[in-house]
């Protein structure tokens, strides 16, 4: 078809849709009116697509990123405190600097400041639950944290979501935009929780923080090594919309 | 070559999400009027059985009044106005289900191949039950570009209204469109594997 994509012409590289969950996975029940019937249309990257709003969102404050104090209230918050770190990379494994990282997630007790969140565990009057980082130049990402609870769920009998830290980041390019979750190594709601269960197993461990005495501090704080790979520019330059061709 | 560093998979944003992604909602695109023709671009989302989605993110990412995007990839980055940067985020309302955005007619875009892409939004959807958010484009009716559009001319012709915002009124004196997106059954929104 004259003016269809063709996806072998530059961009960046297709989504690894083996490792992807797919949008109808009927053991999370909420996919089952939301997924899309009709198959994705092929869309091959247009400038539209090979741009996008990273780079002019990496403006935070270094103490965005420390989820124990963030709340301002002069005290801190309560629970086990964490250290979760990791690179952003993308296939290539290049860094990514200046990508801004948005972390989300219930207070230790499994409860998150939201008035839709009804389960009956206590708040923590000094835990907002969000957090921002700006990768450095080296691509990494640092926060401070409370390791957090599990929570039930109302998905099927007796559901119960393992701790998990929701991850959100820009990339450089519309289409390296990504929300993810990080749950924690040896938790045995993995094998039970239906939205890990979305990715083939041997893919979970993309998706687990790794226990890193390294990054552990003494007398401090556990510390978690999370990497992040996004999609990498494709071996075949981008013509159409290229800076040269346009400038 | 070296073999790939496998990419991380996609998870759902949960039903949780307002208070660390939308509190601050950024739904004034261009707040120094400088960007373009003001429009007001509004919408729901249905599911397949026909209710509103309440807990959605909707993000859009767009180009300025003259189709340039605020990008280094855009060599005509240096000219969009400094205030704008083509980047929206909100939620749809837990009461009436609507997102809503104030911004800028986009101008014509450069496709692939020498190619004109008519204006459009890049719209990408994320809510509890998507495992992995959804790409699509807003088109606006009545734009003569949309006849020579190559992504529109990629779609099915008998879906290509479902990429079709259309003016339903004014508000604040500015023109609106309604962009609404049907998740699943008639009328579903084409999604674009991006």
Redesign the interface.
Known sequence: ??????PA?GGY????RS?????D?PA???????????A??????????????G???AEVMPEDADLTTNAGTGSEAMGERIIVTGQV?????TPQPNTLV???Q?NAAGR???E??QHPAPLDPNF???GRSVTDEDGSYRFLTIKPGAYPWRNHPNAWRPAHI?F?LFGP???T?????MYFPGDPLHELDP?MG??PRE?WH??IGVYDHGITQEEWALGYRFD?????PDATP?E???????? | MPALRPQTPSQTVGPFFHYALTEEPVDRLDPDGQAGEPIVVLGTIRDGVGDLVADAMVEVWQADGGGRYRHPADGRAADVPSAFIGFGRVATSRDTGEFRITTVMPGTVPGRDGSVQAPHLNLQLFARGLLDHLHTRIYFDGVAANENDPVLASVPAERRHTLIAHRDGDEDGLPRYRFDVVLQGEDETVFFDA
């Not at chain 1, 078809?1 to 063709?6: D, K, L, R």
């Not at chain 1, 999370?28 to 009709?38: C, D, E, I, L, V």
């Not at chain 1, 935009?177 to 979750?181: D, M, S, V, Y």
Request: aromatic residues 6%; proline residues 8%; glycine residues 12%.
């Open positions: 078809m004259e003016g269809a994509p063709s012409s590289r297709r989504r690894d490792a992807y969950p797919p949008y996975h999370y029940k909420s996919t089952g009116a939301r997924h899309p019937k009709q994705l249309v092929p869309l091959g990257h247009t400038l539209s697509e090979v741009t996008g709003p780079p002019a969102l990379l993308d296939e290539d494994g948005e972390v989300w219930c998150y400041v939201h839709g969140d907002i639950g969000r929701h959100s390019a519309l289409v935009r990504l929300i993810t979750q939205i979305s990715i893919h993309r998706l992040i790979v996004l999609r990498g981008f159409a919309g290229g800076a040269g061709a346009l400038a």
